[in-house]
């Protein structure tokens, strides 16, 4: 579904991706993990067109979308959900999930579609005329995920999804990624923590200082003496 073909990614003279491959088949949850600053995240902006890669080839269902406006790739069925949320804070819940929607011009399919986010989340339904930055952290994230699916997409980036939240969250976050995947979406899982995502994914790439250093079933990574070592905390 996904193919990225030994990206280059400079910024100014910071090379930062030294050449990274990697595949994402439909139906799959595939993960990124490593250490702070490998470029796990300039890698996913690379992938919905935020960054422009200096060489190399990205393909999404058979098509060039290389340098491809991250706006025509949300059209395309390629969604993002960044680092950080970017939800908009003083706006409420259902204004942030109907900017999700614009690209809709029909408004009681945005209607219908808000209404499917509705019942995902409940929590973000009993929350609808709340300004989305009065929420709690988990929260935002749900309202960020929820955003994400307003454009209904077949393959959905995740950045940190597990930032900022505590336990509890994260696992409730977590087995919401594995239902979406469940339910047909195909995942990007960029994560710090190696443990939970390498739980719910199929397959693991390791990212190190710009380059994969490790691939596999995310079986095998867990049990991975290397993987225990550096990301699972011995
Ligand atoms: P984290 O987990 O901390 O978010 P990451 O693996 O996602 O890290 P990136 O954010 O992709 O890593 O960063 C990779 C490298 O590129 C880092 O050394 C970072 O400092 C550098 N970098 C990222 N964005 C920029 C930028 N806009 N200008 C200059 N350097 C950048």
Redesign the pocket.
Known sequence: MLKVEDIHVY??A?H?IKGISLEVSQGEIVTLI??????????LNTICGLIKPKSGKITFEGKDITGVATQELVKRGLTQVP?GRRIFANMPVYENLELGGYLNKNKKEVAEDIERVYNRFPRLRERKNQLAGSLSGGEQQMLAMGRALMSKPRLLLLD?PSMGLSPILVKDIFSIIKELNQQGTTILL?E?NAKMALSIAHRGYV?ET?RIVLTGMAADLLDSPEVKKAYLGG
């Open positions: 910024y100014g910071i930062a490593g250490a702070n600053g490998a470029g796990k995240t300039s890698i680092e940190e960029v710090q990212v710009g």
